[in-house]
């Protein structure tokens, strides 16, 4: 049987297409009206100001929270240059020598924040205070916003966090089975560091300033020779003030920075701190083994540390 041809394949252009004319619609009674290009400077301000609005006492202590660290961390950083780097340049110096670097580094970044006591107060005690004390505010609202939300208390809280930890078969006295009461790692960190700088501020400058006077030189001898003095508390104490402000201050600037909310990021901030705590405890053991020179500085040292166990 003989198949039969198929047709050629014929292309369609666009003559083909067929064209659906559609008939005219009437006017819309309210046009939309085009704006010009350039609007006059009266109406660009109106919208200005109606597009502002002011921020809310949460937005303003949150943001004096932050950015009072940014002030502080000025500071930190001329202190952790007079404290942790030049006496890592001079580990392997000898003691003479060690000690003259030190100290002149330490007394020329000192003016950099301490040429009044105005300015020392604007620079570190104050930048401190406001953040010591939006992070009570901040602290305080989120116990009773989980009260509102939870219908529990502090204390039921506690009670229930740990049955949770007991649960997961972490078991005591772990530190991973305290319950946290609703505090970060750097929130309690922060706590820790307030303690230490406290102490460290008022036997290094408080009382001085009361004993001495307001023109009051302390140098760095005055910690090395409370180190050499009273070994096993003062290291304890300054390798404390060493470890929760470095954890504090890279997990804040980490936070700040939204560098830390992954887990890889997490990891290099462990590891940052890790490094930076090795590196100012090298620092505080150079620092301990300086040669104190001055007779008469040693005794003047022991007059204020007299003074610091009166107080307590």
């Known amino acids: 049987m003989a198949s039969i041809p198929r047709p050629p394949h014929v292309r369609r252009t666009s003559s083909d297409t067929t064209v659906e004319t559609l008939p005219p619609e009437p006017v819309q009674s309210n046009p939309v009206s085009i704006r010009p290009a350039h609007t006059p400077n009266e109406d660009s301000s109106k919208s200005f100001l109606s597009d502002f609005k002011p921020p809310s006492v949460l937005q303003l202590v949150q943001g004096l929270h932050r950015y009072s660290s940014y002030a502080f961390t000025g500071f930190f950083g001329l202190h952790l240059l007079n404290t942790n780097l030049i006496p890592l340049s001079k580990i392997f110096s000898s003691p003479e020598r060690a000690l003259s670097t030190i100290d002149n580094g330490f007394m020329i970044t000192r003016y950099l924040y301490r040429p009044t006591l105005n300015i020392e107060m604007t620079l570190v005690f104050v930048p401190i205070a406001i953040h010591v004390f939006t992070g009570i505010i901040l602290r305080v609202r989120r116990i009773l916003q989980d009260r509102r939300l939870y219908g529990e208390g502090l204390l039921a809280w506690h009670a229930r966090q740990t049955r949770i930890n007991r649960q997961k078969g972490l078991s005591w006295p772990r530190l991973r089975a305290l319950p946290s009461l609703g505090y970060s790692a750097t929130a309690a960190s922060g706590w820790a560091t307030l303690l230490y700088v ?18 009051a030189e302390t140098s760095v001898t005055i910690v090395t020779h409370a180190l050499q003095k009273h070994p096993y508390l003062c290291y304890a104490l300054y390798l404390g003030l060493i470890g929760a402000s470095s954890f504090h201050v890279i997990s804040g600037w980490g936070r700040w920075l939204r560098l830390t909310f992954s887990a890889r990021g997490r990891r290099i901030k462990n590891y940052v701190v890790v490094g930076t705590v090795a590196a100012s405890s090298m620092a505080l053991v150079r620092i301990g083994t300086l040669k104190i020179f001055s007779q008469a500085d040693k005794i003047e040292y022991d007059r204020l540390y007299r003074h610091l166990w009166r107080g307590f």
Not at 198 to 215: E, M, S, W
């Open 198 to 215: 406290t102490l460290h501020c008022y036997t290094t400058r408080i009382i001085p300033f009361n004993i001495i006077g307001p023109d």
